[in-house]
Structure formats: structure tokens, C-alpha cells
């Protein structure tokens, strides 16, 4: 035994020496890279073999799981983390070196002449697409027990998000075949990234349902698994509290359908069927299907290897704006900066003023709503060398301003919006501006919430009536 276990045996902590006899080789090799990454405190509580036998073997089924489902395993997870953790006790600025500017894009205006080549492209081009729906999470926050795609996406006929969706792309599907004729008809792939929390109730929504009408082949699911909570600024693994052989697990982020694609291989398959383009929408936005046509026209007709679709935003409106960063070392990158930090960030770098509205009544930053269009070749040559990894932060709730202790456990997060960051220079990314009332209506506040926000804002315009809302 000790020549497979090796010189690392001696350093081990000797809760988890006596307990090896239990555990196969693979488990030992797993146990072995928590020690090589600092994560001795995990063993501490081990009793003596033949106590929770079952449970410790579970424990190490859980760390290979996270530590597969994560590029470049927890080794990378944990260094990444003591890095970002790092800069995050230090106040380090993650936009420190970069200029900002208004990045070039396409401002449609609905029903004019532009408007209608670029959807007649876009149609044109949507047999050549394929779509994928970040679909991970509850409606919790919105007062429902449900998952948010079972929504009603309208209080008419109570069509759910997701048939609604569905019955979008297959009328595509039809008007592309249509459009382009003397083409074989075209299924339209849909893949859905689910979580833990939404990938059955999403399954059964679909069988229940006959799949809204697709064709079941069309559907592919994609669960995003969690990742491993941190207790402290040395990316120690935080235990669960009710469970010493359970590791503390949140989301990652919807950055997450970027390695699900890579390591589900799907997209191969779409390149070897001649597909293009890869559309990525959320979960409760029942206009987007309305602007994607022409949206999809831009893509295709200025060759953008990344299309933001975006709204009109007003300055310092709570929503992020596409913004084109220039660092000092000549770096550029055209990308989502948040509302709270792109007004500092234009005060920091010679606009005294920060975010201002221009002639047009809005800010020059469009404002970002989350849906993406890539080209798919330059996506899967990416993807080649980043195995979908999309860069991360971690936000920590510190107990006090000495930021040496957390509130409770916090992890490192990715959003899908940041694949512009890893992008070279040559890369061709724009951005697509609709009407807010055509592009842009999601679900984010709960009846209450919703009602107050109604409320107020018609005081905002000054009306002098009252709204009645069930």
C-alpha cells in the first residue's frame, strides 16, 4: 500500500490514513489532490473505519464530480479562486488600464426599409441556426414555486414561456423553408442548459406537452452542474454544516452553457450539417423572438462573429451597457459593463460626467439584454482553446472591513455574456439595437414588486390616475 500511495501518505492527515483500506484507487487519487490543493481540513472529522463507511466513499464520489464538471478540475478551480479572492481583499479595480468607448453596431428602426432586408435575411439564414435557452433557474424570486419556463408568457391564453418559444422557432423553421426554396426542409436544433433544480420539472414540461410540437430529436438537454462553496480567502472547501461529508454547492453562473457546448460535442455535429450560427436567449423574454429575424440579418449580412442583441438605454439606467474597452497595452475588447461600473469607470478615465443621455435622448452605451449571437466557427475555434472556461468573479460578503472573514460561504460565478473577453482583436464584435417594445419584456419582479414599479412610474410621467392591479 504505501508504495501506491506514495510519498504523500506521511503528510496526510491520520483520520484519513486509517481510512484508506476503504477506499479504491480512484478515490485515493481524489483524496490525494484535495491534499495537494490545501483541503486537509476535510478530513479532520473521519472517524475510524467501519464508521460511515458509506458516507466517506460519497464524499469522494461528490469531489470527482465537481472536480470533473469544472475545465481544468479543482486544481484550477481552487487556484483561480485564491486569485480572484485575492484581488477582491484588495479592492482591485477588474477594469484597472482600460479606456472605455461606444463600440460600432447596428441601430435598427422597425418597418423601415433597413429593418425589413436585415429580417428577410435573418429568415433566410435561420435554417442555418441553431438555438440554445439558459433555462437554470426557479421562479422563486418572482413568487412562484415553478420553474420559469412554465410561466405564463401572457394572461390571454396562459401560453407558457416555453411553448411560446418553441412555437416561435418551428414558425421560423417554416418561413425559412419557404423563403429559401427548392431547400430540404430543416429541423432547427433547441438545446435547453438546465440545473439540479429545473432539469426534470423542464423534461416532463416537454413530454408532457409532446414537445410543443418539435420533434423530440430536435431537444437536447444540458444540466449544469454546481460548483464547490469557499469559506475563506485560501479557498478552503466550505463543508456542509448538516453534513461533514457533503461539500457546500451553489450555481456558477449561466457562463456555464459555453463548456456544456464544448463538452457535449453538439457543436461538431452542427458544423458537420453546414449550421452557422448559434443563437443564445433567456429564459422569460416573450418579445426576443420578435427582433432575432433581423437581429440574426445583421449577423450574417456585417459577417459579426459575436452580435449582442440590445435596447435603448437610458444613462445610469439599471441595466449593463455594450461597451468597447481599450487598455493601455493596446488590448481591446468589446463587452457588458454593468451599470454601477461604467459611470465610475467614465468619470475615472476623462468624462467628468460619467454616463449622459446624447442628442437621442439615451446614453451612447446600448444596453444589454443578455441574448447572443456567434458565429459558430469562430465559436468552436475558441472553444478550442479555452474548453468553454469564460472568465470568472467571485463576490465574498465580508463580516467586517478587514475582509478576513466571510458572512457565509461564496464561490467563484461566469456569466455567458463575457465570451467577448477571451476574444483576439481580429474578432469582429457588434451589437444590434431594437425598440425596447419590440426586443425586450422579461419577468423580473414578483406581483408586489411589479405593482410598485407600475405605480411609481406613471407618477414619473405625471399621469393623474389610478392603476388597479389584481
Given amino acids: 500500500m504505501a508504495s501506491q500511495l506514495g510519498d504523500w501518505i506521511a503528510s496526510a492527515p491520520s483520520t484519513l490514513q486509517k ?96 429593418f425589413l432586408m436585415m429580417e428577410e435575411a435573418g429568415i433566410r439564414e435561420a435554417r442555418n441556426a441553431a438555438f440554445v435557452l439558459v433555462a437554470g433557474g426557479l421562479g422563486e424570486r418572482l413568487g412562484y414555486n415553478g420553474i420559469k419556463l412554465a410561466l405564463p408568457s401572457e394572461s390571454t391564453t396562459g401560453t ?68 464547490a462553496c469557499l469559506d475563506d480567502n485560501d479557498a478552503r472547501l466550505a463543508v456542509d454544516p448538516h453534513n461533514k461529508y457533503r461539500i457546500q454547492t451553489k450555481p456558477h453562473g449561466h457562463g456555464d452553457v459555453h463548456s456544456l457546448l464544448y463538452s457535449s460535442g453538439l457543436l461538431s455535429v452542427w458544423h458537420d450539417a453546414g449550421l452557422k450560427w448559434v443563437l443564445f436567449f433567456q429564459d422569460t423574454n416573450g418579445l426576443l423572438f420578435k427582433a432575432i429575424p433581423a437581429s440574426l440579418g445583421v449577423s450574417s449580412t456585417k459577417q459579426y462573429h459575436v452580435n449582442s442583441l440590445a ?17 493601455t497595452d493596446g488590448r481591446t475588447m468589446v ?46 475555434e475558441e472553444l478550442k482553446k479555452t474548453q468553454g472556461a469564460i472568465p470568472e468573479f467571485v463576490n465574498p460578503k465580508y463580516k467586517d472591513s478587514s475582509k478576513t472573514s466571510f458572512k457565509s460561504s461564496t464561490r467563484l460565478e461566469c456569466m455567458m455574456q463575457d465570451y467577448p473577453k477571451t476574444l483576439p482583436p481580429s474578432a469582429r464584435v457588434g451589437f444590434t439595437v431594437m425598440d425596447t417594445w419590440l426586443a425586450y419584456a422579461p419577468v423580473k419582479n414578483n406581483p408586489e414588486d411589479a405593482a410598485k414599479v407600475c405605480l411609481f412610474t406613471l407618477r414619473d410621467k405625471g399621469l393623474l390616475f389610478r392603476v388597479l392591479i389584481p
Fill in 19 to 114: 481510512n484508506l483500506t476503504i477506499l479504491s484507487p480512484d478515490q485515493i487519487e481524489v483524496a490525494k489532490m484535495l491534499l495537494d490543493i490545501g483541503q486537509t481540513h476535510v478530513f479532520e472529522h473521519w472517524p475510524e473505519p467501519g464508521i460511515d463507511d458509506d458516507e466517506k466513499k460519497a464524499f469522494l464520489d461528490q469531489v470527482t464530480r465537481l472536480n470533473t464538471s469544472y475545465p481544468g478540475g479543482l486544481v484550477s478551480y481552487v487556484q483561480n479562486a485564491r486569485r480572484l479572492l485575492s484581488d477582491s481583499k484588495a479592492g482591485k479595480n477588474p477594469f484597472d488600464g482600460f479606456t472605455p468607448s461606444v463600440p460600432s453596431g447596428e441601430i435598427l428602426t422597425f418597418g423601415d426599409d433597413n
Fill in 160 to 227: 407558457c414561456f416555453l411553448q411560446r418559444y418553441i412555437e416561435s422557432i418551428l414558425a421560423l423553421q417554416e418561413a425559412s423553408r419557404r423563403l429559401v426554396q427548392g431547400q430540404s426542409a430543416t429541423q432547427i436544433p433547441l438545446v435547453i442548459m438546465t440545473s439540479d433544480d429545473t432539469h426534470e420539472r423542464t423534461l416532463k414540461l416537454l413530454e408532457s406537452n409532446s414537445y410543443f410540437g418539435m420533434i423530440p430529436s430536435q431537444v437536447k438537454l444540458l444540466k449544469q452542474e454546481k460548483v
Fill in 311 to 327: 435596447v435603448p438605454r437610458k444613462a445610469k439606467e439599471a441595466i449593463g451597457g455594450i461597451t468597447k474597452l481599450t487598455h
Fill in 335 to 380: 463587452i457588458n459593463v454593468e451599470y454601477n461600473q461604467l459611470d465610475p469607470l467614465l468619470r475615472a478615465t476623462g468624462s467628468p460626467d460619467g454616463d449622459v443621455n446624447c442628442e437621442t435622448g439615451y446614453s451612447p452605451f446600448p444596453g444589454n439584454i443578455n441574448q447572443l449571437i456567434l458565429e459558430l466557427d469562430s465559436y468552436i
